[in-house]
């Protein structure tokens, strides 16, 4: 006998309900990614129950999703073949707070519902997930090792009870079946489905089929056999193979997929990290820089999976801003599945990943900067203006990140930013301490600038920086190797040793002989200039305008000026 039976949902399910449909309007179609989720677990669970009991396979090992539509009807239902669920089980745990994740929800729940709302994206919601889009839902169970008779139906419109019956399935596993809200039918066409699904669920181990679409006559002469399935989504997680399975053509394509880039990547890293904190990762670096690069709100390239189960995209805890740039996965063994944004915020195991991409992209980069100069050349073309960012941010790899900066330098006549600070450290003069550099705002105004005279002169190499972002780069970066960064165009130039008596001693003649011109001058100028001297600094023009060593540079409050402050 069917044995069934209404039972009401224990109070905080219905509190909860409400709260989910509510809060998770805006991104409604998260209930597919949990349902799959669900399918996919169970079918975990069953291999691994199946390896001390052979026989709970029935002779299907064959373990696989299929997502179905029943236009006339209005649902859409995902079946599996996992392990299933007994009528006590179905009790337990889809008729009380079933998720861990909302289990952890309740206890935190204030009361507040603005405050509640902001929550429960914290939480996940799993298969509550599927009252956002149905107005009721089925699901249909047989555990796996039991009889076809005890199959059991629980259904419920979530407003409260649901029901539970004993039903006869013959296929092992559970079937969820929403009947979708009138507005949100949507969800019955195939195409909408597998861009979903090829969005979420992509990279789940296992098939996820859908029935094959027929069309006109074939569809006429079909339309009484049963549906023919077709895999919907890729099955395997690329990054989970070995990489020496993998070809250069696979990488790319996958680099494609996650970006949609259409052309290759410049290079990769994949790695897998073992040990209390498991997790791999696969990083690309874009050949091309993206048109929101310098967006304010420019997303993030590195998606985030847990356990092959794709939970975000544009996890900007992954990597610091300034590696912005970088694209790809970071799946984690060892993250709740529920993991939100705000969990990532601070998270112990999500910092080290970070620290360890960042090593990984840094360390990918020097090498290619020492073996593939050209190659990293064009790199820096694209990206240097966002890793100068990087001393700023990332206080611990300065160092590294300033030895991968490239330079325009009076080294050479080419106003391409090729020479790198250990190059300049080289060819450093006997007797100079300070690495020389001044910012101007165009290459050829820094080229040009009088107060190179006497670095020419001198045959002394000055940095020429005139990127937009050089300014807070040298704010941030002051040293580099031991070395001071100095700007020639601040405060009384220090040559160090490399001023020779000669200038020591013209420059004191010079204020003695013209103390009345300078007095003059500061007369005339007036509060317009703190100061007029005599400097050493000049070869060929009479004068030039030079700033105290701790004011803002003129280049720093042209380009101020510029942006409206
Ligand atoms: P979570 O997946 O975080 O545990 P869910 O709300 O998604 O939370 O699911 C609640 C529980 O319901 C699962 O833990 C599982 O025991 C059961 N369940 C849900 N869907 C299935 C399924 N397709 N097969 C077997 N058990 C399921
Ligand atoms: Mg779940």
């Known amino acids: 006998e069917a044995h069934k039976e209404t039972l009401e949902f224990k109070a905080e399910v219905s509190q909860v309900l409400d709260l989910v449909i509510r809060s998770l309007y805006s991104n409604k179609e998260i209930f597919l990614r949990e349902l799959i989720s669900n399918a996919s677990d169970a079918a975990e669970k069953l291999r691994f129950e ?13 373990l696989r999703i299929r997502v179905t539509v029943d236009r006339d009807a209005g649902t859409l239902s995902v079946a599996d073949n996992g392990i299933g669920l007994s009528r006590q089980e179905v009790m337990d745990t889809i008729g009380s707070i079933a998720s861990s994740g909302t289990r952890r929800f309740l206890e935190n729940m204030s009361g507040d519902q603005a405050k509640d709302s902001k929550l429960i994206g914290q939480f996940g919601v799993g298969f509550y997930s599927a009252f956002i889009v149905a107005d009721k839902v089925t ?11 005890h199959g059991v139906r629980w259904e419920s419109d979530g407003r409260g009870s649901y029901s539970l019956e004993n039903v006869e399935k013959a296929e092992r596993g559970t079937v969820v079946t929403l009947h979708l809200k009138e507005d949100e039918k949507e969800f019955l066409d195939g195409w909408r489905l597998r861009t979903i699904i090829g969005k979420f669920s992509d990279h789940i181990a296992l098939p996820v089929e859908m029935a094959k679409e027929l069309y006109g006559e074939e569809a006429e002469q079909k339309k009484d056999e049963p549906p023919e399935f077709e895999q919907v989504n890729r099955g395997t997680a690329l990054w989970m193979r070995n990489k020496s399975e993998i070809s250069e053509d696979e990488y790319h394509d996958f680099y494609k997929h996650v970006s949609h880039d259409f052309e290759a990547p410049l290079t990769y890293a994949h790695n897998r990290v073992e040990g209390t904190n498991e997790y791999t990762t696969l990083l690309y670096v874009p050949k091309k820089a993206p048109w929101d690069l310098w967006d304010r709100d420019q997303k993030h390239g590195v998606k985030l999976y847990v356990r092959r189960v794709f939970i975000m995209d544009e996890a900007d805890k992954l990597l610091p801003h300034y590696l912005r740039f970088v694209k790809g996965i970071v799946d984690s063994d060892d993250l709740p599945l529920n993991v939100s944004r705000e969990i990532l ?8 990943i970070r620290q360890a991409n960042t090593k990984r992209i840094l360390g990918l980069l020097e090498t290619m900067a020492k073996d ?11 990206f240097g203006k966002v890793l100068k960012e990087g001393p700023a941010e990332d206080f611990g790899n300065k160092e590294r990140i300033a030895g991968l900066m490239r330079f325009a330098t009076t080294h050479s006549d080419s106003d391409q930013q090729r020479e790198s600070l250990d190059g300049y450290i080289e060819r450093m003069k006997e007797g100079q301490e300070k690495i020389f550099y001044i910012t101007a705002d165009s290459a050829a105004a820094a080229r040009f600038s009088p107060h190179l005279e006497v670095f020419r002169k001198k045959g002394v190499e000055v940095l020429l920086l005139s990127d937009r ?3 807070w780069l040298v704010s941030h970066l002051t040293e580099f190797k031991g070395k001071q960064l100095q700007s020639i165009a601040k405060g009384d130039l220090d040559l160090g040793e490399l001023a020779d008596k000669d200038e020591k001693e013209a420059k004191e003649k010079a204020a003695e002989e013209h103390g009345s011109l300078l007095e003059h001058l500061k007369k005339t100028l007036g509060d317009r200039v703190a100061d007029v001297r005599p400097s050493t600094r000049l070869v060929d023009s009479p004068a030039c305008l030079v700033v105290g060593e701790d004011d803002m540079s003129a280049n720093l409050a042209r380009v101020l000026k510029a942006v409206g402050q």
């Open 469 to 471: 972002v050089d300014e």
């Open 139 to 149: 699901l249909t169970s047989r555990r796996a090792g039991l009889s076809a008779e």
């Open 372 to 382: 593939e100069a050209e190659k990293y050349g064009a790199f820096w073309d694209e």
């Open 50 to 62: 199946a390896l001390s009991d052979d026989g709970l396979y029935e002779g299907d090992g064959e």
């Open 345 to 352: 915020q601070h998270n112990r195991k999500i910092d080290t």
